[in-house]
């Protein structure tokens, strides 16, 4: 099984500055089949990035991806008020597929 | 519009059972492997399991393999989860999602789980 590991747990931020988020795994992600979700209180998660750096359908231009093999980023330019959230990266290169734990994107 | 609307949660002791439905709609359902993803209260996603568009091939996790059965009905835009020997960690929200190449496009709302010891 692939563990995935999210750092840092909690990121304290204002509106207008940039975010990184890691995402480390413990063995290779094959294909770079890599994903990240967003879920806000009482929502259920919603997909911003496939296959490592590809926005899902109506995803801001301000959400990017990057990364391979072990080591991925999700990155987001210039956060907005709506961006405040919990980030989640997921593989689907080999079963089972597994989720890290999360990133708090919190307001500073 | 895709819907994914998931019913059939409650609360059961420890050892019962419980059928989870997805109801789909807004999309040909057909098409598409779908999946039961997870979130226990105040922690992170934990996908359960997943099946292909005619059902032939299903996946679990380990924790649900041998309790957990995982089925559709094409016909009725429908996805099922019967859960057998339900435990008191399995209590959770449960959502149903589209998987496209095992990545989770679309959610439902989910249905909350409750096991009691």
């Known amino acids: 099984e692939i563990v995935l590991t999210q750092s840092p747990g909690t990121l304290s931020l204002s509106p207008g500055e940039g975010a990184t988020l890691s995402c480390r795994a413990s063995?290779?992600?094959?294909?770079?089949?890599l994903a990240w979700y967003q879920q806000k209180p009482g929502q259920a998660p919603r997909l911003l990035i496939h296959?490592?750096?590809n926005r899902a359908t109506g995803i801001p231009d301000r959400f990017s991806g990057s990364g391979s093999r072990t080591d991925f980023t999700l990155s987001i330019n210039r956060l907005e008020p709506e961006d405040f959230a919990v980030y989640y990266c997921?593989?689907?290169?080999?079963?089972?597929?597994?989720f890290g734990q999360g990133t708090k994107v919190e307001i500073k | 519009e895709v819907q994914l609307v998931e019913s059939g949660g409650g609360l059961v002791q420890s050892g019962g059972s419980l059928r989870l439905s997805c109801a789909a709609s807004g999309f040909t359902f057909s098409t598409y492997w779908v999946a039961w993803v997870r979130q226990a209260p105040g922690k992170g996603l934990e996908w359960v399991a997943n099946?292909?568009?005619?059902?032939?091939?299903?996946y679990y996790v380990d924790s649900a393999k041998g309790r957990f059965t995982i089925s559709r009905d094409n016909a009725k835009s429908s996805l099922y989860l019967q859960m057998n020997s339900l435990r008191v960690e399995d209590t959770a929200l449960y959502y149903c999602?589209?998987?496209?190449?095992?990545?989770?496009?679309?959610w439902g709302q989910g249905t909350l789980v409750t096991v009691s010891s």
């Open positions: 999602a589209t998987d496209y190449r095992g990545a989770f496009h679309y």
């Open positions: 099946i292909g568009q005619d059902g032939s091939e299903k």
């Open positions: 997921q593989q689907y290169g080999s079963l089972p597929r597994t």
């Open positions: 296959d490592t750096s």
């Open positions: 063995q290779s992600v094959s294909g770079s089949h």
